[in-house]
Each structure stands twice: as C-alpha cells, then as structure tokens.
C-alpha cells in the first residue's frame, strides 16, 4: 500500500503563479483534508473532505481551492501564490469519525 | 472551540535525561480524542499515541509514557532517558467527537538531546 501520497515534495513559486499540489490516497477513506504548516503555529486545517463531491473550509482557507472528484484524490490549488503561502502543506486522510489519520510526507513550498 | 495549547516552544536536554512535554487542551465535547505526533528533522509526521477521552489509563510504551487526567484537561507525554533520536517537533492534537474527522494541532515543542 502506498497510503497517502503528495507530490511535488518541494517547490519554489514566484508571486502570482499558480500550481496544484497534489494528494492520493489508496486506502478508500472518506475523509480527507489539507494543513498548513508555519514555526510556532502547529498544523491549521485549510480544507476538507468527507467524500467524493463534497469540501468545505477549514480555519486558513482563503488563497486556496479545493475539489474531490474520486475518492482517491483531493488536490489543492493556488490560483495566485503569495509570499504568505509559503510553508508546509500536509494531506491526510481517514475513514470518518475517530479512526487515526494518515498523513502525507509533506510538501515544501516556498513562495518568492 | 476546541484548542490544544503546547506552552514548551523549545526544550533542550542532555542525553540520559528525562524530559516531560506539556499539552493543555480545552473542548465542550464529552468524547473526544488526543493525540500525539512526532516530526523528526527529515519532515513527516509520525503517529505516537491516541487516547479516547473515556480511558484515563496512563500509557506505557517503552521510553515513552503518557499521563492523561481530564481534571486539568493536560495530556503531558515522558521521555525517559532520552536518546539523540528524541530530537524531533511533537505535537499534540485534538479530534472532538462533534467534529467528525478534524484535528486541532497545539503549536509544537521542539525537543533538542545533546550528547
């Protein structure tokens, strides 16, 4: 099993661009969702899943889109990437309710 | 609102040494979950423990143990005899039952074990 898998790992944008980060799961959980990662502020959560066609924000999600069309995937989308975007992105899923998440090795993006 | 407060931004011991890291949660839920994640310096997050809120027992697992007690809302994880490979971020988390999936992270305590 692959379990959750992000790519690109890392990226460097320029102000203004756009770029999907992307995230796949291959375990058939329901939910998944997408944190930020930034020094002194643990995870925040920008969106979430809790199945095929269904999203809605988390805490952080101004600056970023979402959309779930399989189970497997929910990617994130910057449409104009900003100095403020730069961090950590984490995917994870789970099935819903109070079993463990499964997280993702991480995405490093930096936005310059 | 659910909140997860990690009060230790940094902590740095000498090897052999135990070292306790704090967390401090507040929720309104009767059931809930807490967690704890380990991010070594290579970036992913590994899971350490989970505890349901109906299960008091302090836990065990080898250098690591947990003491959880609702009455100060605090879920503080021991290190015992801590090693260079201790050396990572830790995190505590919060799933509430109300809230189906979501986790709320604390800020993180990053833990230093000298030689």
């Known amino acids: 099993n692959a379990g959750v898998t992000q790519t690109p790992k890392f990226q460097v944008l320029k102000t203004g661009q756009s770029m999907t980060l992307q995230c796949a799961q291959d375990?058939?959980?329901?939910?998944m969702s997408w944190y930020r990662q930034d020094p002194g502020m643990g995870l925040r959560l920008i969106h979430y899943?809790?199945?095929?066609?269904?999203?809605d924000q988390g805490e952080v999600p101004n600056g970023y889109n979402v959309s779930r069309s399989t189970t497997e995937d929910f990617p994130l989308r910057l449409l104009s990437a900003a100095p403020s975007q730069t961090s950590v992105y984490f995917c994870?899923?789970?099935?819903?309710?109070?079993?463990?998440?499964?997280f993702g090795q991480g995405t490093r993006l930096t936005v310059v | 609102a659910q909140k997860v407060t990690q009060a230790q931004t940094e902590i740095s011991v000498v090897e052999k040494e135990d070292v306790t890291l704090d967390c401090v949660y507040e929720?309104?839920?009767?059931?809930?979950?807490l967690f704890w994640y380990k991010q070594p310096p290579s970036g992913e997050l590994v899971f350490l423990i989970r505890?349901?809120?109906?299960?008091?027992q302090n836990e065990i697992s080898g250098r690591y143990s947990w003491n959880f007690q609702k009455s100060t809302s605090s879920f503080n994880f021991t290190i015992t005899a801590s090693q260079v490979v201790d050396s990572a971020v830790y995190f505590c988390?919060?799933?509430?039952?109300?809230?189906?999936?979501?986790?709320?992270f604390g800020e993180g305590t990053q833990l230093t074990v000298n030689p």
């Open positions: 375990m058939n959980h329901e939910y």
């Open positions: 929720t309104r839920d009767t059931t809930y979950y």
């Open positions: 899943s809790v199945g095929a066609g269904i999203t």
């Open positions: 994870a899923s789970s099935y819903w309710g109070y079993r463990d998440a499964f």
């Open positions: 988390a919060l799933r509430e039952g109300t809230s189906g999936s979501r986790l709320t």
């Open positions: 505890r349901n809120s109906f299960d008091e």
